[in-house]
């Protein structure tokens, strides 16, 4: 592993969003959450062309995000004693061919099983994408690497939404090729990027020994929960059931539906943006405490809009939330987890962001059954409030 010293000199070289190591995660991370942010518009016509209830619209999301929810630790695992691009770089590919099949079949359940395919293939995209950033910063350049990380996915989930709303129009199946853009990337991660990686030399079961009491920490629980939180709000409420609300009640076409969700980027991107100069002033415990008030405020307005452009309102709110909240949770696990169990922790925290892309669908596909589309986001809100405390009580804020 590379010395250091040897990192920080080439650190104090560029700033952060100059390097190329950077540029390379940042692409890794914007794969990753493509495999949803894209193809959300085209539901609302996926349903009508493939005649499936709207119910079962979470599925889609769900067995995407299932293998992270299963294969996290095993994948921090694997990456703290084989190396990182071991494992991203078929990932990529996988994910990649996956993917772009999804486009070919007008089968529901096939679909579906492609979709399990591609999520195997994104499950340790994003985690170790955060993880590469610990390996290459530390102190503020990782908060600052961190923020600004977080603003470029904005940019991803602005820009997908409104290129799937945009293919959408031709069909639904458009916005499932998009993928194809993993292959190249992973062959750009396999010869360009330069990472110190762990030399897995360790004794396994002292490894796994150890890796269990740094896990037994009530801090890193509560983040971990806050993470699992964070992605029921964004993958249940907002990704998958907004499009939906859109349509029913708004009657709007895809291509609107794509801007309106790509809406809260632009308030995850300056909130996120500023974050090295908001830790210096609050606690990044008190930032993801301040996120679960965001949510709250903006799962409660939308049911109250009387008009379509209105929910810009809302959904940049609840930006606000996710622009402080998520790389507050990511620089805080990053700061507390030891270096040799960096993957580990950070692949665990995955597992409970994947419990919340995954649970947080089917939890609000069952409050639409049961109240219909609005009975959504007041769920949600409560949920926030919930969150509020529990958050509080494990960090002892």
Not at 66 to 71: S, V
Not at 150 to 171: D, E, F, K, R
Request: proline share 6%.
């Amino acid at each position: 592993m590379s010395s250091p010293k040897d990192n920080g000199q080439f650190e104090r070289r560029k700033p952060v969003y100059l390097e190329l190591n950077f540029h390379i995660v940042c692409a890794v991370s914007l794969i990753a959450v493509i495999g949803v942010s894209s193809v959300t518009p085209a539901f609302p016509k996926l349903v009508q062309e493939l005649n499936i209830n709207p119910k079962d619209l979470g599925l889609l999301i769900t067995v995407f995000t299932l293998p992270a929810l299963i294969l996290g630790p095993v994948i921090g695992i694997l990456a703290d004693r084989w190396g990182r691009k071991r494992i991203i770089v078929p990932a990529l590919f996988l994910f990649g061919i996956a993917g772009t099949a999804c486009a070919f079949v007008r089968d529901f359940n096939l679909l579906l099983y492609l979709r399990l395919l591609q999520g195997i293939g994104a499950a340790p995209l994003l985690s170790l994408s955060i993880t590469l950033i610990g390996d290459l910063y530390t102190g503020d350049r990782r908060t600052e690497a961190m923020g600004y990380s977080a603003s470029i996915n904005s940019v991803g989930t602005a820009t997908y939404p409104i290129i799937g709303g945009a293919l959408a129009t031709m069909g639904w199946y458009y916005p499932f090729m998009l993928p194809i853009l993993a292959i190249p990337l992973g062959l750009i991660v396999l010869f360009r990027l330069k990472n110190p990686e762990p030399q897995g030399d360790r004794n396994f079961k002292d490894y796994l020994r150890n890796a269990l009491k740094v896990l037994k920490n009530r801090r890193l629980f509560g983040l971990f929960i806050a993470s699992a939180a964070n992605f029921v709000f964004l993958y249940g409420a907002y990704v998958t059931y907004l499009p939906q609300l859109i349509n029913d009640i708004f009657k709007a076409p895809p291509t609107v539906i794509g801007l309106l969700l790509s809406s809260v980027s632009i308030s995850i991107t300056i909130a996120a943006s500023q974050l090295g100069k908001l830790t210096r002033k609050f606690r990044p415990a008190n930032l993801i405490s301040a996120s679960y008030i965001f949510y709250g405020l903006a799962m409660l307005i939308i049911p109250f809009v009387p008009n379509l452009w209105l929910l810009l309102i809302p959904s940049i709110i609840f930006g606000i939330g996710l622009g402080i909240g998520f790389p507050s949770i990511q620089t805080l696990l990053a700061d507390l987890a030891p270096k040799e169990y960096l993957a580990t922790i950070i692949s665990v925290n995955g597992t409970f962001f994947g419990l919340g892309q995954t649970l947080g669908p089917l939890l609000m596909g069952y409050v639409f059954g049961f109240g219909g589309i609005t009975s959504v986001y007041y769920a949600a809100a409560g949920f926030a409030v919930l969150m509020f405390f529990v958050f509080r009580y494990c960090t002892c804020i």
